[in-house]
């Protein structure tokens, strides 16, 4: 708050990490401790009409919804007003997932690069139309293999391959290829 009323032009302080002004209570927290801490930080943002943006991690196992991921209790996503979260496809890879989701803003997933000769991330665009997208891509694939070949009958496994022989952008593992073209 010193920190606001110096600065009249602040409009954003960011946290890293949360661990670093949370009170500690050992290595336990409640969901009424996380909520508190989140909410005290909320109240602050929303008095002076600020973003107050907190980095905090995700836990290692995964889980169906991403925002299951994040380390603590539910008081921690309960008490934001929006999260996102940033799940790296590999370790030491540079594709990621951004997923988003808000009380005040359209929840969404997009695909990101990391652009290592600038040191940013990059979007590639959102993760639903760029599937879409290579769904469309590998369904006017099949047709005109289909359509090249006259009649076809086979397995997965030997689609895939046929499809590979066409180019580098077919190559999919069979149980892919299924998947893909039943949805």
Known sequence: ENAIRQDSNLKLIIIDTLQMIRNTN???YSY???????????????THNITILVVHHTRKAG?????????????????ADSMMVL?????????????ITGRDVEGDELDLTFNTG?????????????????????????????????????????????????GPTCDYPPNVLVRRLNS
Do not use: H, M, P
């Open 87 to 99: 799940t790296k496809a590999t370790r030491a890879g540079n594709r990621a997932t951004l997923t």
């Open 32 to 46: 009424s401790e996380d909520y508190a801490c989140l909410s005290k930080l909320k109240a602050i943002a929303d």
């Open 26 to 28: 050992g290595d336990k």
């Open 118 to 166: 600038i040191l940013r991330w990059e979007c590639l665009g959102n993760t639903e139309e760029r599937n879409a997208a290579k769904d469309n891509a590998l369904l006017t694939t099949v047709s005109t293999y289909a359509q090249s070949v006259g009649s076809w009958i086979g397995t997965a496994a030997e689609l895939a391959g046929n499809l590979k022989s066409i």
């Open 63 to 79: 889980a169906s919804d991403v925002f299951d991921t994040v380390s603590g209790t539910n008081g921690i996503t309960g008490a």
